[in-house]
């Protein structure tokens, strides 16, 4: 019924965690695609040997020779999947084990859904130390210009609508903004989706994800603004909120902390 599509790469630390959390899930109607990006420590090794001791599971891996992205490393992942619904997971992350019953319910609920997402709690190296929430439960085309509608490692999407869209769409403007491109593809198809309203997902957030936040991608996200308007033809004078996100990029480490967790609705 679901593949999970998860790119892997320099994760051996954390990806153990991250498998034991997929093969613990209280829903176990699923098949897991991994594709190694490149990796220059013992990751590949690690899921290679994760898959041989646990038979069984149904999972692959699939291995890239040099590292290629993350939006070709999950398209390639989606050529391998069969099931109706495609499940998003980090190599660094945790799914809680209701995740996949939770949000597969929705889809049970609504014939016509094609995304479900959910809030996270953001964890580091001590403990969780926040809870996001979503802004909307059913996002409208309008909230696309804001930002990505859907948070994209926990969500799940049914095959056909993500292969309608020919999936991820690769490029340097699309780096680390891959989810909000494909949510503005998906939503311009005339598809809807829906955020729970329960965390079923950890997302391992720490002052060296920041660190890596660069000013390149803040440039990628301006774009995403942009084009959002221009897709869905709204008022032009939208355009101007884009240069939110290159201000954002300016801001000090400390300062941007403290925005982004009032963003998210860290309590």
């Known amino acids: 019924m679901i593949s ?16 034991d959390s997929i093969v613990n899930q209280t829903y176990t109607n699923w098949e897991l695609i ?3 990006d490149g990796s220059s420590d013992n990751t590949y090794d ?24 993350l939006n070709q490393t999950l ?13 998003r997971m980090d190599a660094d992350d945790i799914s809680l084990p209701t995740r996949f019953e939770k949000e597969i319910a929705e889809f049970e609920k609504d014939p016509d859904l ?7 709690i953001y964890f580091d190296e001590n403990a969780d130390w926040g809870v996001g929430r979503c802004r909307e439960t059913y996002p409208k085309k309008e909230d696309l210009v804001f930002g990505t509608v859907h948070s994209h490692a926990p969500c799940i999407v049914r095959t056909e609508a993500i292969k309608e869209v020919k999936g991820y769409s690769v490029g340097k403007k699309l780096l680390r903004v891959e989810d909000w491109h494909l949510w503005i593809k998906i939503y311009a198809s005339g598809r809807y989706g829906k955020n729970l309203s329960e965390p079923l997902y950890k997302m391992r957030d720490d002052q060296l994800a920041t660190k890596r936040r660069k000013f390149k991608f803040r440039l990628n996200e301006a774009y ?5 308007v221009k897709t869905f033809n709204l008022p032009k004078q939208m355009y101007f909120y884009s240069m939110r996100f290159i201000i954002l990029g300016l801001l000090p480490v400390p300062l941007y902390n403290v925005l982004h967790r ?5 309590r």
């Open 224 to 228: 995403m603004s942009r084009l959002a």
């Open 114 to 120: 094609s995304v479900v997402s959910c809030p996270m």
């Open 75 to 87: 398209n390639d992942c989606l050529k391998e999947a069969t099931g109706e619904y495609i499940a």
């Open 262 to 266: 009032k963003k998210l609705g860290i």
């Open 46 to 69: 690690l899921a290679q040997k994760y898959i041989q001791q646990h038979p069984e599971y149904r999972m692959k891996l699939i291995k890239h020779h040099k590292n290629k992205g």
């Open 34 to 36: 991994m594709c190694d």
């Open 4 to 19: 999970i599509i998860m790119g892997i790469y320099n994760c051996a630390t954390t990806l153990v965690e991250a498998l």
